[in-house]
Nanobody, 127 residues
Framework: DVQLQASGGGLVQAGGSLMLSCATSGFTFDDEAIGWFRQAPGKEREGVSNIADGKTYYADSVKGRFTISGDKVKKMVYLQMNSLKPEDTAVYYC??????????????????????WGKGTQVTVSS
């Protein structure tokens, strides 16, 4: 079974940093794109970033602040989040994405091309 488990969220002050981790299993890591999306109350889902074969995509709202990386051996994907802002507050999920949706995943409204996603992790940024 495909599993994606996000962790690493928490409460941080504006300007601070957090690193999210996504543990994956049940699929061939190299065959897919893996990404992060977020959902805040009352807001649309937002594709934040994804990675496949070292190629990365970022939403405009996080470019220059967030960095996605992957570890093929551990089958882990990470999202380093720096210079956090209150508007980054959301539940963050990691997702398995069809490769052809890598670019559109980070566009407002998608399409996202997600196959699976796991439980999210809450990120709260205080002002």
């Amino acid at each position: 079974d495909v599993q994606l488990q996000a962790s690493g969220g928490g409460l941080v002050q504006a300007g601070g940093s957090l690193m999210l981790s996504c543990a994956t299993s049940g699929f061939t890591f190299d065959d897919e794109a893996i990404g992060w999306f977020r959902q805040a109350p009352g807001k649309e889902r937002e594709g934040v970033s994804n990675i496949a074969d070292g190629k990365t995509y970022y939403a405009d709202s996080v470019k220059g602040r967030f960095t996605i990386s992957g570890d093929k051996v551990k089958k882990m994907v990470y999202l380093q989040m720096n210079s956090l802002k209150p508007e980054d507050t959301a539940v963050y999920y990691c997702a398995l994405i069809s490769r052809e949706y890598g670019a559109t995943f980070v566009n407002p409204g998608g399409p996202y091309g997600m196959h699976y996603w796991g439980k999210g992790t809450q990120v709260t940024v205080s002002s």
